[in-house]
């Protein structure tokens, strides 16, 4: 079983933009340096248009961290981030992008957010990235990136229900709330295809 190194959002906005991690830019040099590990790399982007409900300037009188309910879902509204095209939206330029052999982008439907690197929030849309992985043959992921409470534990967790082994380094990724992503680690690792490692 083949096994690849999953890099999740490390963009500008996260690490240095509208809505950054705290360390966030603490783990772009321990995942450059574990990249040679890999035979595949392939990395995720948030990737949403200028107008998309998950922003808070598109909720009159609404402010950032503030919650919504949608389609029966809770909803975060953000600082717009990660805007398609934006320096916000890249790549970070410290990541050595050059073994990445391919790039998912999510959150590009304007009406439904998108933590996971699998699907849409309300899993109605797939990214593409599960039938990529399965033609390449990889059954086991590495995940790293940001953050960990958002988006790396979205991943996370619809990678386990694809039938992944998943392994996440602790060093590879931040949160942006300790508090939740203490509790998320308890919930992982009490699953039998997830390996918590320093």
Known sequence: MKTALLLVDIQNDFITGSLPVPDGAAIIDPVNRCMT?????????????ATHFSFHTSHPGRKPFETIERDGESQTLWPPHCVQASDGAALHPRLDTAPIAAIFRKGIHPDIDSYSAFFDNLRRRQTGLDGYLRGLGIGRLTIAGLAADYCVYYTI????????????SERLTRPISPEDFERQKRELTAHPAFTLTD
């Open 157 to 168: 967790k619809d990678a386990l229900s694809l039938g992944y082994e998943v392994t996440l």
């Open 37 to 49: 590990d890999y035979e595949y790399v392939i990395a995720t982007q948030d990737w949403h248009p």
